[in-house]
């Protein structure tokens, strides 16, 4: 029984415009802010949740049962794609540090409430559930840069960004294509159950909300920053004091 | 503070020798036994463990927090030899069929007591303490084959079996050499803080002695086999029906 | 260090204020919707959430580490606590059936995705992190009903519920008042330490504004629903039929 | 399908048994040992179990899935037991104290590493496979006190203990009877699914037979003890000193 990727794609696109629409940070982006902050706080959201990725994703093969062909696969998969996203935090951070910032990453502030909720679920629906279902995540994830190039790019013009400032999102761009061909591959071979697909897609759209939510607590903490009622934050105003 | 390895050393092959030297099932083969009901046992255990192994050695990675370099070469070492790990049930497997049983895996005997009580203490070690402890468990294991290659010669002779039945030892024992190597590296890097060496002393031994437990519940299990108490392990039978 | 309840107050009371506020599902209460599917759909998603609260509050007594009195006080905290929730999904069940549907529990729908997030959130604060953070979720839940109960009247006016279909409010504002207490006392004998009170705000906040989430996504299957779009919820609409 | 309480009593017997007869730890007891040395290993790895054992049972009840009457009675069994075994590890610490051991809990020795097995399969059965299987632990534990009595008065007469210092014992011998009672009950009302027996069996066993272990650890260390090789059990030699 295989999963239609035409429907998850649709499903994808759906969710993605109605999280990029609904974004406030999107929308300030799109308007031309040039607010280097935005994007130092985005960095920093990122950082954290992209600091979990590797371990929950190992986890999804830690918590698999059985020892039959379709299971070891779908381990081998689970723990080669966690080797291949450790670290990827230091990414972000370099990029923090790219555009002048120059705390050390131990002293950033904590997860914002909604990035937090965000790494929970990834953690509870990797542990949990359906052990197929964490694909739904990885199948947006590795294709996000579709939906976020457009955003980054007016970013980028407004705030100034140079690549070596963007790595992050330029490297995980190129490492991503080869990421988003496995995703599939291994839903072909996995995803063979009749629930597996509706759990990937509840997984999907889960996930990018949730992204969304994280987008709109970055947006909060910018107000509160710029009314000067966020002390954790009140470093990144040394990204708007040099002329 | 470097872990002192010649300590270990000791600690491993004082270990080695109570284990062996205690075991009434090393005593058979030593003796001699032609029985291959023994081997096949023996066999079935090590699959069940060996099912555990990239799934409890993955926990490690997924439970390490922070983000510094040495968290994240212990989290990649950690994916990495999960992933070689995988699937390594399937050769204990194989060498059951090549000495003659033809049951499909999934209707095995369940594993004897101690078996379980062997795997349960890897995931709480794994999961819980001292993130680097269960390199205590990898530094007697990957290199278990030299203490154990002399009992399986013994075996190998009376018990008339060829190295294509024997593929687990002889396989491991090429695979490990590589790993017995990758542990003490690892273990250079990571085991820095004071409290390391100690927990992974613990962790060698008791480990050790859990699987002396193991050899010891196998030299019960087929003493009922032989007084036909064991219906699960009956159909082990097989192997000394033919002349 | 004691923890200031005065500044927990403001904390919930500002939070509140901004997830009712911030509510579609509570203006339309609010403007006399008459439509008891607004009811129902609540009150599966509070069977959902409310199946896991027993579960998660004794988690983080399972998770504590010591034999210290203070431990051991705050151990006997959760686990009677724990007690005293479990099966409180069946009041919500319950209220299910009194205003007239009577499919069993087990096919109700599943969790909308911002219950099951609420739900994972739950239990990672609850096994990880600072143990005694998941106060701050008994903080505002234990007294919620003085901010849920003007909402509920109007409910009841324009829905026309009677109080044997509303038990899970009424009997959860009786036993809850004496929880209040408890949280407060308890939090006076175990969050001594300096970073206690900003672990327990922090899960306050979260949880009350991942609550928010869940009465939007409340909202949202009440639209699809109303414009045909929801075939899981599609049975809510007996509620209706009846002249 | 009820589980037959008398194989299990038989099992129970049998092991116990075994347990017995195969411990020189008990050996030395019933042969007249004066050495409170013994009574006093035997206490530290009772106070480090002990303090496991509330959380482990909790576990069961946090892991649990579904809402119907059976999941509720047996969730409700799991967090009231749990509450009432808290802190009976101070019991132990209490007679240790009261045998002349002056030293603060948290710097008792850590537990051996048989004692360390015994904790790690207690959790790792509580929180996965069936999740009945538990109360084959509690089975024996609760009518423990039969079989350990005899021993317990032979320590007693030769080590001329008195009631204070055997609290443990004396008062646990009186609580589990109700306890006891509880477990049949218990399983008549959960345990009635086909697997449950043979699950229920097989964790008795199996936590009976590692108990025999932790038995001989605490002979083994002993014997170190006495040789001079422990030191971090050498401040026991302060109960053989004074005259």
């Known amino acids: 029984m295989a999963v239609h990727t035409a429907k998850l794609d649709q499903l ?3 969710t993605w415009r109605e999280v990029l629409d609904g974004s406030r940070l999107v929308r300030w982006i799109r308007e031309g802010s040039s607010d280097r902050r935005l994007y130092a706080l985005y960095l920093i959201e990122t950082f954290h949740y992209a600091s979990h990725n590797a371990k929950n994703q190992a986890l999804v093969g830690s918590a698999l049962q059985g020892s039959s062909m379709k299971h070891l696969q779908y381990m081998k998969y689970c723990f080669k794609h966690a080797l291949e996203e450790v670290g990827h935090e230091h990414m972000a951070y370099h990029d923090l540090r790219a555009i002048g ?3 050390p990453f131990e002293a950033l502030p904590p997860p914002l409430p909604m990035t937090e909720a965000f790494i929970a679920y990834l953690y509870w629906i990797s ?3 359906n052990p197929v279902q964490r694909l739904g995540y990885s199948y947006w994830a590795e294709t996000s840069y579709a939906f976020i190039t457009p955003v980054m790019q007016q970013a980028a013009k407004h705030m100034r960004l140079e690549p070596q400032q963007m790595t992050f999102f330029v490297k995980h761009a190129d490492i991503d294509d080869d990421h988003a061909a496995d995703v599939k591959h291994v ?3 996995v995803a063979t159950e009749p629930d597996d697909e509706a759990a990937i897609a509840r997984v999907l759209e889960t996930t990018l909300r949730l992204t969304g ?3 709109e607590d970055i947006a909060r903490e ?3 920053l710029v009314a000067g009622e966020s002390p954790s934050s009140a470093f ?4 708007v004091k040099t002329p």
Not at 236 to 239: A, C, E, G, H
């Open 12 to 14: 994808m696109e759906r």
């Open 101 to 103: 910032l120059d705390r």
């Open 127 to 129: 542990a949990h559930g």
């Open 187 to 189: 839903i072909s071979l």
């Open 213 to 215: 939510h994280m987008l």
């Open 222 to 224: 910018y107000e509160r």
């Open 236 to 239: 990144l105003n040394d990204l």
